[in-house]
């Protein structure tokens, strides 16, 4: 059913997509236009990524996948197993080492005249595409400016965001905003002064050898996650909890955390150097971790490409 190993897609390195059940070139991938997933940014999504030829945690990111359908009340008829294995077929017909993979699902059309999202049909698009990073090779190597935001993070009392979604214009305000002020990125504060996340990524601060990264008013990123639990791994300690954004002055290091990137340093704060104004030890050893464990295959599941 998800296969169709005989088909032939025009500069699949580009991307593959997959809607309706077919798989094709992700530029001729399209929406409807009445899906309430484009009207009415009425969509939950995930993001993995493969690396070398491996997916990393795979069955993590498709376990959060249904758990943000279930928050949404949606429902589509693939199962755990499917889903993975249209989002493996996807890469695989890319010839993609490192790649960016999107499962989306949309509320989908209502019947004409309606309004009502229960008489819905959830509607499932997927595809793989290039790796993408949030900073480019010299911002990763050498810090990132980061402004905080005086756009707020839409309140979690309204949209839920441990549920991946489609509402991102605070955080593509925060965007504008950090390039009006000579960053390249913004993380986004809250109503009690605390800071949030920013477009894409969590934030972790480190003072004095322990990390800090916010308990709540965020997405429960899947890089987060793991760097949770290589600070276990490493004997770190790490803090879940409001971060002040006073306490971002103070930091000895400040890192962003993305799968569109993993771990990356952050050097300035609304102009000022964050401690010496270079990528700090934590984040470097993290950093490395990071990457390392993925190279030795751990949570990984490996792609068989056609050559
Ligand atoms: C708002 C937001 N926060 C954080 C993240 C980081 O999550 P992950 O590490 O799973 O990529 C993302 C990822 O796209 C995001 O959209």
Redesign the pocket.
């Known amino acids: 059913m998800t296969q169709q190993n005989e088909i032939h897609i025009p500069n699949p390195q580009a991307g593959v997509a997959f809607i309706d059940g077919r798989y094709m070139p992700v530029a001729e991938a399209t929406v409807p236009i009445l899906d309430r997933g484009f009207v009415r940014s009425d969509a939950t999504y ?2 993995a990524h493969v690396w070398k030829g491996r997916f990393f945690r795979l069955d993590d ?1 498709i376990e ?1 996948f249904f758990a943000s359908m279930r928050g949404l009340r949606m429902s589509l008829p693939y199962t755990y197993e499917q889903i993975a294995e249209i989002l493996i077929e996807c890469v695989r017909l890319s010839g993609l080492r490192d790649s960016y993979v999107q499962m989306t699902c949309t509320r989908g059309l209502p019947p004409v005249g309606s309004r009502d999202p229960r008489l819905c049909t959830q509607r499932f698009y997927a595809f793989a595409t290039p790796f993408v990073w949030i900073a480019n090779d010299e911002q990763r190597r050498d810090g990132i400016p980061m402004v905080v935001s005086s756009v707020h993070r839409i309140a979690p009392q309204a949209v839920d ?1 441990r549920i ?1 979604n489609f509402h ?1 214009l605070d ?1 593509t305000m925060g965007i504008f905003e950090a390039y009006d002020r000579d960053a390249i990125v913004a993380v986004l504060r809250d109503g009690d002064g605390n800071i949030t ?6 934030v972790f601060v480190v003072k004095d050898n322990v990390l800090y990264t916010p308990d709540s008013g ?9 760097v949770i639990e290589l600070c276990e791994q490493l004997q770190l300690r790490c803090d879940v909890r409001p971060v002040a954004i006073t306490e971002l002055l103070g930091a000895d290091e400040i890192f962003m ?4 990137g993993g771990i990356m340093p952050v050097t300035t704060i609304d102009g000022t150097a964050v401690a010496s104004g270079k990528p700090g030890p934590v984040t470097r050893r993290l950093h490395d971790l990071y990457w390392q464990r993925q190279e030795d295959g751990w949570l990984g599941t490996e792609v068989s490409y056609r050559d």
Do not use: I, Q
């Open positions: 995930d993001v990111h959060r965001p991946k991102w955080l996340e920013g477009a894409g990524f969590n965020v997405f429960e990123g899947m890089t987060r996650r793991t955390t993305s799968t569109a």
